[in-house]
């Protein structure tokens, strides 16, 4: 079942998923869409998408093919990510954070990297003692 304040926050996390992955495979935006959904599930623990998430903040252009297309494939990757993540899918529903250098996030929380396929430019952390 799907909230009110849920078809909200995932109109914010496919424009925040456009923005950080345009030119990202599926898989890499059906993962960042997981951070958002975890996020949104411990929301008491984590800042809102528009300050974490530089994406939300892009000028978004969908002026040519290419960008329609990438952009029904986030939206039915934060679909996608949603179902994951509800479902508590095994590394999909632990995916709290990302970016694209590889440094561990700047955190009280304790947290180690979660390795995915080779293919991915972002790279993606879980906490270990939530």
């Not at 304040?5 to 599926?26: H, M, P, Q, R, T």
């Not at 899918?89 to 709290?96: D, G, L, N, R, V």
Request: with cysteine; charged share 30%; aromatic share 16%.
């Amino acid at each position: 079942m799907i909230y009110d304040n849920e078809f909200d926050y995932e109109a914010k996390l496919i424009l925040a998923v456009f923005g950080e992955c345009e030119n990202c495979s599926y898989f890499e935006k059906i993962l960042v869409a997981c951070v958002g959904w975890n996020r949104f599930r411990k929301r008491k623990f984590f800042n809102g998408i528009e300050k974490d998430f530089l994406g939300y903040k892009r000028n978004i252009k969908i002026d040519n093919p290419l960008s329609r297309e990438s952009f029904i494939d986030t939206v039915k990757a934060v679909k996608d990510a949603r179902i994951l993540t509800h479902e508590m899918k095994p590394k999909f529903s632990e995916i709290y954070f990302f970016n694209l250098h590889g440094q561990l996030p700047k955190t009280r929380l304790e947290v180690k990297e979660i390795f995915f396929k080779k293919e991915t430019k972002h790279h993606f952390f879980t906490i270990t003692n939530f």
